[in-house]
């Protein structure tokens, strides 16, 4: 089992900046990929960042140039840091950990939410 706790969700005006910060626990050896997904109201979740065990990221093209996943593996920790932030990036941001243990095994926080006033 994989235990994830986001945190650094919150209010923030249009163009300002938040980090989000995940923390990984339990049997984390075998984390692959760890990833940000956002829902909106009344819309599916989507992804927004991903960052696999080598370092390489991807990205939504809605946020490209905007916001920057990284991780600590130090302290088993990713972040969402992200800037330029609009009002459609409101939504409530999840944190995904992908484990192989012969076969893929998804995990996801509780959630964060982050709220962009215009």
């Known amino acids: 089992q994989v235990q994830l706790v986001e945190s650094g969700g919150g209010l923030v005006q249009t163009g300002g900046s938040l980090r989000l910060s995940c923390a990984a626990s339990?049997?984390?050896?075998?984390?692959?990929?760890m990833g940000w997904y956002r829902q909106a109201p009344g819309k599916q979740r989507e992804l927004v960042a991903t960052?696999?065990?080598?370092?390489?990221?991807n990205y939504a093209d809605s946020v490209k140039g905007r916001f920057t996943i990284s991780r600590d593996s130090a302290k088993n920790t990713v972040y969402l840091q992200m800037n330029s932030l609009k009002p459609e990036d409101t939504a409530v941001y999840y944190c995904?950990?992908?484990?192989?243990?012969?076969?893929?095994?998804?995990?996801w926080g509780q959630g964060t939410q982050v709220t962009v006033s215009s």
């Open positions: 995904n950990a992908d484990v192989w243990r012969g076969s893929h095994y998804y995990y």
């Open positions: 339990g049997s984390i050896f075998n984390i692959n990929t």
């Open positions: 960052i696999i065990s080598s370092g390489s990221t």
